[in-house]
């Protein structure tokens, strides 16, 4: 049952970066892990660095929080 979980997680991860094909990496990097996925698991499916990976998410979540402090 594990791997087929594992399965359906990896399809839907996909069918999100089909539906973000013209996205920056770093939109990318925040849906998949605002979905919950690893930075591991977001450097598989971004084909990146973890470092880079890092970064974006970090940048992601930093920028969210201005934005609501603004409102």
Do not use: W
Not at 17 to 45: P, R, T
Not at 55 to 63: C, E, G, I, R
């Amino acid at each position: 049952m594990d791997a087929t979980n594992e399965r359906i997680e990896r399809l839907l991860a996909l069918i999100l970066l089909h539906a973000m094909k013209g996205a920056s990496q770093k939109d990318k990097a925040s849906q998949l892990n605002i979905a919950g996925f690893s930075n591991i698991e977001i450097v598989e499916f971004l084909q990146t660095s973890p470092a880079g990976v890092a970064t974006l998410v970090y940048q992601s979540k930093k920028s969210g929080k201005s934005r609501k402090r603004k409102k």
